[in-house]
């Protein structure tokens, strides 16, 4: 069984702030990371890919991805309003078949 | 360009009923996901096409559910004698090959279909 991990929040930060989002995973064998945003009844929006470790800049996000520790990470610096949502992690996993394993998301509230 | 469109966008019917449900991926994508969402939970993964080859069946929850796909073009998915826990909203996506690393498995879904079971 893949496991992505997330804590479900709700995380809430103010307006201005950063918000840090983090995921984990089960499995060494991973080989591509990604973050979508959902916002409430629509569908999940590709935000940010990483593959190597590292930072990966974006804009106002930055992906962090630790391969040894097992772990991926969102940033969203100058957190707006409009930025809340929930942050789903998913994880590719080269032995898996080719589904993305999605974890159960983060609810982000950014307070003005 | 269009994105993954997905039709109808919301489908209320009643227990027993079979429903069918399409996609059309994005233009030039391979790959085609579906993806099973339940009020309130995470994605559950359905099946997977690419190209001409077998699909990945491996996430139908029974056999009361069944995908076709021809060629690189539309999908649907078609549940036939409904029940209550087949309501969920139901999302397609597609990415532009299978696997592998880099950008190609990146996967975009559509707007997806609530589907309600009476």
């Known amino acids: 069984q893949k496991e992505v991990e997330q804590n479900s929040g709700p995380l809430s930060v103010p307006e201005g702030a950063i918000a840090s989002l983090n995921c984990t995973y089960s499995d060494r064998g991973s080989q591509s990371f990604f973050w979508y945003r959902q916002y409430s009844g629509k569908s999940p929006e590709l935000i940010m890919s990483i593959y190597s470790n590292g930072d990966k800049e974006d804009g106002r996000f930055t992906a962090q991805l630790n391969k040894a520790s097992q772990y991926v990470s969102l940033l969203i610096r100058d957190s707006q309003p409009s930025d809340s949502a929930t942050y789903l992690c998913a994880v590719y996993y080269s032995n898996s078949g080719y589904a993305l394993n999605f974890g159960k998301g983060t609810s982000l509230l950014v307070t003005p | 360009g269009a994105g993954v469109s997905q039709s109808p966008s919301n489908k209320v019917t009643e227990k027993g009923k079979d429903v069918e449900l399409r996609c059309d991926p994005i233009?030039?994508?391979?790959?085609l996901y579906w993806y099973r969402q339940r009020l309130g939970q995470g994605l559950e993964f359905l099946i997977y096409?690419?190209?001409?080859?077998?699909?990945?069946k491996s996430g139908l929850p029974s056999d009361r559910f069944s995908a076709e796909r021809t060629g690189e073009s539309v999908s649907t998915l078609t549940i036939q004698r409904t029940q209550q826990e087949d309501s969920a909203v139901y999302l397609c996506?597609?990415?532009?090959?299978?696997?592998?690393?880099?950008?190609?498995?990146?996967?975009?879904f559509g707007p997806g279909t609530r589907l309600t079971v009476l």
């Open positions: 996506a597609s990415s532009k090959t299978r696997g592998g690393g880099g950008t190609y498995n990146e996967q975009f």
């Open positions: 233009s030039g994508h391979t790959a």
């Open positions: 096409f690419q190209g001409n080859s077998a699909p990945d």
